[in-house]
């Protein structure tokens, strides 16, 4: 369970977000609304990348800025994967193994399944700097699913994708909100609308539950 209460944000003099107050529970959540709504900023909130400047932010009771071992515990079970696709220095496989290295653990059935289920076998020695666009957003996708988090992320996951790619990241994450995982992601994609649980939509720094 990720819970905000009475958050704000502010980059400068200007919230961005404002009193926000809200519980997200298992399942696929949207975060909607117009380009500076706040969607990457609440993203980036609950993932622990940006201190709120008032109200508190907890995951499973866990204040997740408050610096102890408990909150730096509880940061391991969250990914956040950029809406910028990012990858390291080196090969696909470097890239992949990356979020698992520095969790000190090793590649593991679960990475050979997901690199089987997004059809990148080939590209795995490639130098990651020469990925297309859409290449590097399912390389970024399948870093953060191979360390199974708890609590995924996603800032417009769909982007640069074709048809064939959107249509396999969903089922994954179908597969994954099945399982009991946490999906947040914040998107301007319909293609998603009929998968969500719960949406929410941000303007002028405040947000509202839209039925679903």
Known sequence: MIELEKVFFSYNEDF????????????????????????TTLAKIISGLLPPKRGRVTVDGVNIYQGDVK???????????????????????????????????????KLLELIRSFNIGGILRKDAYSLSAG?????????????????????????????????????????????????LIATHERDLLE??????YIRYGSIEEIIV
Request: aromatic share 8%.
């Open 71 to 109: 909150a730096k515990n509880k940061l391991r079970e969250i990914v956040y994967v950029h809406d910028s696709p990012v990858v390291l220095k080196g090969d696909v496989y470097r890239n992949l193994t990356y979020g698992l290295r520095i969790m000190g653990l090793t590649a593991q059935d």
């Open 195 to 200: 998968y969500a649980d719960k949406i929410y």
């Open 135 to 183: 290449e590097r957003q399912i390389v970024s996708l399948v870093r953060a699913l191979a360390v199974d988090p708890l609590y995924l992320i996603l800032d417009e996951p769909l982007q640069y994708l074709d048809d064939e790619r959107r249509g396999k990241v969903i089922n994954y994450l179908r597969i994954l909100r099945d399982q009991g995982k946490t999906i």
């Open 16 to 39: 961005v977000l404002r009193d926000v107050s809200l519980k997200i529970d298992s399942g696929i959540t949207l975060f909607r609304g117009p380009n500076g709504s706040g969607k």
